[in-house]
């Protein structure tokens, strides 16, 4: 891939109360390669489930893709899915 492919990743995150503290610092750590960020909050019959997706589009040379996806792989709780066009 090229720096002019679009890349989102899909992540989807388990026990959130208890990983997203570590997930967030990822994000945080490499907030300068995402360029769009969605949160889709999960709701199970009214109430907060313990799960959550993020869709992120990210840029970016591919060692610095390819270490950010490691990173968030890395958290515990996260699948990491990518499309790349």
């Not at 997930?23 to 009214?46: A, E, M, P, T």
């Amino acid at each position: 891939m090229s720096n002019t492919n679009t890349t989102i990743l899909g992540i989807r995150l388990e026990n959130r109360t208890q990983n997203s503290t570590a997930l967030q610092k990822v994000l945080s750590d490499y907030g300068c390669f995402i360029k769009s960020r969605v949160g889709l909050h999960d709701v199970d019959n009214g109430t907060c489930a313990t799960s959550g997706t993020i869709l992120l589009e990210i840029i970016g040379n591919d060692n610095e893709r390819q270490e950010f996806e490691a990173a968030l792989d890395a958290v515990d709780g996260t699948v990491v899915k990518k499309m790349a066009f």
